[in-house]
């Protein structure tokens, strides 16, 4: 039997860690919310700041989880963790800064480029924290929690034992980020259905 | 058992699978050299469909597509309630709305065809039609779908195009994968389906057996492939050990080859470091550009064709080696016993994965 084990949400204002909000956003700080985040996490990984948004939406709120969590990555070899991520709006937030650097600056940016898929947070993340495991990256009209449900368990079946899981849409200052972890045989979680992957998103309204 | 069958291609070489098989038995390229295309108003090499005009040109190719495959399966199949269609695309329709690429075209298709379940587009980098195939394999076997219609799909854009230019891997001549004179891709453009179903009645040729497929990370960078090949070699590995294969049995590789010098570097170690590089290897990127989201479901695509015809097409583009290991690159077409087949794929975001074709 699986289990989530963690969850971290991030909202415009406030990031939430197991449902406990551990930081709102300083509207009087100088630095953008995600720089806040960063600081609040005390690390020291300047390949941060060359991230796009939606890559550091992963890395901030999967750090989070490690945090409360630190035995996490060295509790599993290398390639035991599976990375299942999707969305609504794929890369589109960065994709519109790439048109613009060709269209209205006249120079196609090759470091905005290299983020225009969506998948690019996974291979930050496999970067970070040496996950050598599966990945999948998939996008939907809205949230679809009975994806998580089916393939968080193919991949629990297939060999993976741990799933980093995260729904990350970020658009135009939109920032709907969730990301969980999927164990198994670990009894402090919640079991992993549909309703927990819901309550863990928080967006029961789009499931 | 899950069967894979029905492969289509719509591409630059023809509007069926018949037309581009027929393509690139006769090694002929859907590769041209199309005039003010660049970034600076260059002339660059592209595999383009010069047909392809329309506004909707993503969603009218989805719609040709599932056309193409309701003729080589049992019709009912579309519209059933354990089928699911995946869609592997990096960029979809993005010209059309690029805050929204695949919502309009996916939902018209949707309708069209009366789907009785949201597809799930899996937008993964370049593994995405590899990646794909396998989800697919993988629900068929947890029960979740009976049928599940793979398509692959991408289409050129300046977007892309001005974007590899940046990067300075776009080739000025068509791409030469494995070439010691390769310098970078050619982008193409496309749309290429297979079925993947647990019922072998469905297809109306005999199919074949898809065997399990995964996924690996490079660990390593975004945007360049690892030196050592550390993810392809993993995924590899993965997939022959958890199917009980050895590298002996397998008659021949579908390699990704995009004809980068670091790409196609990184795939002769990997392969190497597994014992592969006597076993015969080709890449299409030759015949049809790199067609990325669509490129690991038409190589899979043409695969099948070349183990029904037990014929090994050449690697176009190929004519000196150019990796510090050396390959077993298919020179020529020749008849060959064609029974087990490895496909690859390797992506931005250091994400690589591979699949095992076998025949009945």
């Known amino acids: 039997?699986?289990?989530?084990?963690?969850?971290?949400?991030?909202?415009?204002?406030?990031?939430?860690?197991?449902?406990?909000?551990?930081?709102?956003?300083?509207?009087?700080?100088?630095?953008?919310?995600?720089?806040?985040?960063?600081?609040?996490?005390?690390?020291?990984?300047?390949?941060?700041?060359?991230?796009?948004?939606?890559?550091?939406?992963?890395?901030?709120?999967?750090?989070?989880?490690?945090?409360?969590?630190?035995?996490?990555?060295?509790?599993?070899?290398?390639?035991?963790?599976?990375?299942?991520?999707?969305?609504?709006?794929?890369?589109?937030?960065?994709?519109i800064r790439f048109k613009e650097s060709f269209q209205k600056r006249k120079s196609p940016s090759p470091s905005l480029f290299v983020y225009t898929l969506p998948n690019i947070v996974l291979g930050e993340l496999a970067i970070r924290n040496k996950f050598y495991g599966e990945n999948m990256f998939?996008?939907?009209?809205?949230?679809?929690?009975?994806?998580?449900?089916?393939?968080?368990?193919?991949?629990?079946?297939?060999?993976?034992?741990?799933?980093?899981?995260?729904?990350?849409?970020?658009l135009k200052g939109k920032v709907e980020v969730s990301v969980f972890l999927i164990e198994e045989n670990k009894a402090d979680g919640l079991p992993f259905n549909k309703e927990n992957i819901i309550k863990c998103v928080g967006l029961a309204d789009q499931a | 058992m899950t069967y894979i069958g029905a492969e289509e291609i719509i591409s630059p070489l023809g509007q069926n699978i018949q037309e581009n098989f027929l393509a690139v038995c006769e090694n002929r390229s859907g590769i041209s050299l199309v005039p003010k295309v660049g970034f600076n108003n260059e002339d660059l090499h592209l595999a383009k469909m010069t047909s392809l005009?329309?506004?909707?040109?993503?969603?009218?190719?989805?719609?040709?597509?599932?056309?193409?495959?309701?003729?080589?399966?049992?019709?009912?199949?579309?519209?059933?309630?354990?089928?699911?269609?995946?869609?592997?695309?990096?960029?979809?329709?993005?010209?059309?709305?690029i805050s929204n690429p695949f919502d309009p075209a996916v939902g018209a298709l949707v309708k069209h065809f009366n789907l009785k379940n949201q597809p799930i587009i899996v937008s993964n980098a370049c593994i995405s039609g590899v990646l794909a195939i396998n989800a697919a394999n993988n629900f068929i076997k947890a029960g979740f779908y009976d049928h599940i219609i793979v398509i692959g799909c991408d289409v050129i854009s300046d977007f892309v195009l001005y974007g590899f230019q940046s990067l300075f891997a776009v080739s000025a001549l068509p791409c030469l994968p494995f070439d010691k004179n390769r310098s970078g891709i050619t982008l193409g453009e496309g749309c290429s389906a297979v079925v993947v179903s647990n019922t072998k009645e469905i297809f109306k040729n005999l199919p074949l057996e898809l065997l399990s497929g995964t996924s690996a990370n490079d660990a390593n960078h975004i945007s360049g492939p690892s030196?050592?090949?550390?993810?392809?070699?993993?995924?590899?590995?993965?997939?022959?050990?958890?199917?009980?294969?050895?590298?002996?049995?397998?008659?021949?590789?579908?390699?990704?080859?995009?004809?980068?010098?670091?790409n196609d570097e990184m795939e002769a170690t990997a392969f190497d470091r597994l014992?592969?590089?006597?076993?015969?290897?080709?890449?299409?990127?030759?015949?049809?550009?790199?067609?990325?989201?669509?490129?690991?479901?038409?190589e899979t695509a043409i695969s099948m064709r070349m183990m029904r015809n037990n014929l090994l097409i050449k690697s176009l583009g190929y004519s000196e080696a150019g990796t510090s290991k050396s390959l077993n690159i298919a020179t020529e077409n020749r008849p060959s016993e064609l029974n087990t087949i490895l496909k690859t794929a390797s992506g931005f975001g250091g994400c690589n994965a591979s699949l095992l074709l076998r025949k009945l």
């Not at chain 1, 796009?52 to 989070?64: K, N, V």
């Not at chain 2, 997939?239 to 294969?245: G, L, Y």
């Open chain 2, 53 to 97: 005009t329309a506004e909707k040109k993503f969603e009218f190719l989805l719609v040709d597509m599932l056309e193409n495959i309701s003729v080589q399966i049992d019709p009912s199949v579309i519209s059933s309630t354990k089928t699911l269609i995946i869609l592997s695309s990096t960029k979809g329709d993005l010209d059309r709305d």
């Open chain 2, 227 to 262: 030196r050592t090949g550390e993810g392809l070699y993993r995924t590899i590995q993965k997939t022959i050990r958890q199917n009980n294969i050895s590298a002996d049995e397998i008659d021949f590789i579908s390699a990704h080859g995009t004809a980068t010098i670091f």
């Open chain 1, 1 to 95: 039997m699986s289990f989530i084990t963690a969850c971290c949400q991030i909202s415009e204002e406030a990031c939430a860690v197991n449902g406990n909000v551990i930081v709102r956003k300083d509207e009087q700080s100088a630095d953008s919310w995600f720089k806040q985040l960063y600081k609040e996490l005390a690390l020291d990984y300047p390949k941060f700041y060359k991230m796009d948004m939606l890559a550091q939406a992963g890395f901030l709120a999967s750090e989070f989880i490690k945090k409360a969590f630190p035995e996490l990555v060295s509790s599993y070899a290398d390639d035991e963790i599976a990375l299942l991520f999707a969305n609504s709006e794929s890369s589109s937030d960065t994709d």
């Open chain 2, 275 to 298: 014992n592969m590089a006597n076993i015969p290897l080709n890449s299409m990127k030759g015949y049809f550009g790199h067609t990325l989201g669509a490129a690991g479901v038409m």
């Open chain 1, 138 to 170: 998939a996008v939907f009209p809205k949230f679809a929690p009975e994806f998580f449900l089916q393939y968080g368990s193919v991949m629990l079946a297939t060999g993976s034992k741990a799933v980093l899981a995260g729904w990350l849409n970020i």
